[in-house]
């Protein structure tokens, strides 16, 4: 995750020019990151509940959970480059700028 933040940040902030576009690409990075980075957060409270067997997941036998590895796939199947885009898009509406590079 702190690679794929690296990039989306690098990529807005190499942008700015000003502190005004500074903020908004701070405000981009935020939009297009957090989603992500909140679905990891639950993906793993949950993946960690029907390990211990809490919760829903209460008296599950661990090969009735099947292979875990799939719940992660959206972690590993991102596009990057879409995700960067998506970030440049988005500091672009925050400054109003249609042209914005």
């Given at each position: 995750m702190s690679i794929e933040d690296s990039l989306i940040l690098s990529t807005?902030?190499?942008r700015a020019r000003s502190p005004r576009e500074a903020r908004a690409a701070l405000r981009a990075y935020d939009q297009?990151?957090?989603p992500q980075t909140q679905r990891i957060i639950e993906s793993?409270?949950?993946?960690?509940?029907?390990?211990?067997?809490?919760g829903e997941h209460r008296g599950i036998e661990m090969k009735r959970l099947g292979n875990l590895l799939p719940r992660w796939d959206f972690i590993l199947d991102i596009d990057m480059l879409e995700h960067r885009n998506e970030a440049i898009l988005k500091m672009r509406d925050e400054l109003g700028m249609a042209a914005f590079a």
């Open positions: 807005v902030l190499g297009v990151r957090r793993s409270q949950e993946t960690g509940l029907m390990l211990i067997g809490k």
